[in-house]
Every structure is written in structure tokens, then in C-alpha cells.
């Protein structure tokens, strides 16, 4: 297995275990991180998001949580990775599960510089949001609206741990 893959394959049974210290490591400081919700900019703002994705899961029920990786590969420039997440949405107490493809960009050291998470926006919106998901989740500005919640929701986040 290329050093990369292991990489991956760490940060990801980090996630698993709601561990998000071992995921910082795996991260570049100038790591950017985008999927149909954020698009973040440094180290700070990524873990700050996994972080906050960590509690939530853990307040709203670890019973209702697992992860799978599977279709981890890299070389050294470049990886990917396919995962599965079920879980308790916070904000509305509903159960999600969740299938996203991962891509990655290493940096010189080995670190993950780039990540961009792909999943099906309308799916998710669906399960996590009920009937409004199901009927706006395909929509531009549903997507907007979950996409500003969320920034709102890491602000405050962070400015409680700053």
C-alpha cells in the first residue's frame, strides 16, 4: 500500500472511531476542503468543520453511527477513496446514510492538501431533512440555504473554541 493510501485509510478510521486529533495530522495547514456543502480554506476551518461534525454525531447518538472506506488507492500526488456514513442529523433528529466519493492531493510531506467530498445533495437532503428535502432538495436554493446554515453553524463553532 502506498504511504498515501495509508494516509487515507488513517484518517478514515479516525472518522470512524469520532476521533478527530489522528484526522488533524493527516491534514496539511494549508489543507482545502470542499463538498456540496462547504468550501473551506486552511486547517483551522477543515477541523473546525470535523470537529463540529464529530460532537454532533456523538450528542445526537453514537448508536446510530458507523463509517465504512472501501476503494482506498494513491500515489504520490493523488488518491481516492469511497465512504459510507450513517448517522442521527442533529438538527433534526432524523437518520441519514450517506455515500460519498473522495478525491485527495498530497502535499511534498505526505499530508492531504486537497479533499473534495462528492455525494448526492437531493439524497441527503431527503433523508435528512424530510419532506422539505424531499421536495426541494434538488433545488439551487435549498442547497444555498443548508450551505449558509452550515457556515453560520462552524462561525459559531469556532468562536467558541478560539
Request: proline share 3%; charged share 25%; aromatic share 12%.
Amino acid at each position: 500500500m502506498h504511504p498515501n493510501a495509508a494516509t487515507i485509510q488513517r484518517f478514515y478510521r479516525a472518522f470512524e472511531r469520532l476521533d478527530p486529533d489522528t484526522m488533524a495530522a493527516c491534514y496539511a495547514e494549508n489543507v482545502a476542503f470542499d463538498d456540496p456543502v462547504f468550501s473551506l480554506q486552511g486547517k483551522r476551518d477543515t477541523m473546525g468543520m470535523w470537529r463540529m461534525l464529530c460532537e454532533s454525531v456523538t450528542r445526537a447518538g453514537r448508536e446510530a453511527w458507523s463509517l465504512q472506506a472501501s476503494d482506498i488507492a494513491a500515489d504520490a500526488t493523488a488518491g481516492r477513496a469511497h465512504w459510507q456514513a450513517s448517522y442521527r442529523f442533529g438538527a433534526t433528529g432524523r437518520l441519514v446514510h450517506n455515500r460519498i466519493d473522495a478525491l485527495f492531493v498530497f502535499d511534498a510531506q505526505g499530508q492531504i492538501e486537497r479533499h473534495h467530498d462528492r455525494f448526492d445533495f437531493g439524497a441527503w437532503a431527503a433523508q435528512a431533512l424530510g419532506l422539505p428535502g424531499r421536495l426541494l432538495g434538488w433545488t439551487p436554493w435549498l442547497r444555498r440555504r443548508v450551505q449558509a446554515q452550515a457556515e453560520t453553524g462552524l462561525r459559531r463553532f469556532l468562536a467558541v473554541r478560539a
